[in-house]
Nanobody, 120 residues
Framework: QVQLVESGGGLVQAGGSLRLSCAASGRTFSLYRMGWFRQAPGKERESVASIRWSGTNPYYAESVKGRFTISRDNAKNTVYLQMNSLKSEDTAVYYC?????????????WGQGTQVTVSS
């Protein structure tokens, strides 16, 4: 099993920045890829960014390209999502997730979520 704990959410003005953290523990050696997802009220959950557990091959949704950066700290088993130039439409609960198999679309492990609110 893998446990994921997010932190770093909060309230920020439009144009500001936040950095989300996702600390992984447990059988982290089994992880293949980590992702950040978000869900706004009344909307479906969407993928924001992902990265291989090795720290390579990042992916970004078009809506966040050039503004968000995903990274991983090997020593801390932590994945980060640096969010710059935040917009009101970035307001959502952000979830960290991990999957163990490269051939699966679904993620196996999920954090509890952290709220990001961007005021305009």
């Amino acid at each position: 099993q893998v446990q994921l704990v997010e932190s770093g959410g909060g309230l920020v003005q439009a144009g500001g920045s936040l950095r989300l953290s996702c600390a992984a523990s447990g059988r982290t050696f089994s992880l293949y890829r980590m992702g950040w997802f978000r869900q706004a009220p009344g909307k479906e959950r969407e993928s924001v960014a992902s990265i291989r557990w090795s720290g390579t091959n990042p992916y970004y949704a078009e809506s966040v390209k050039g503004r968000f950066t995903i990274s991983r700290d090997n020593a801390k088993n932590t994945v980060y999502l640096q969010m710059n130039s935040l917009k009101s439409e970035d307001t959502a609960v952000y979830y960290c997730a991990g999957k163990v198999a490269p051939t699966k679309n679904e993620y196996d492990y999920w954090g509890q979520g952290t709220q990001v609110t961007v005021s305009s």
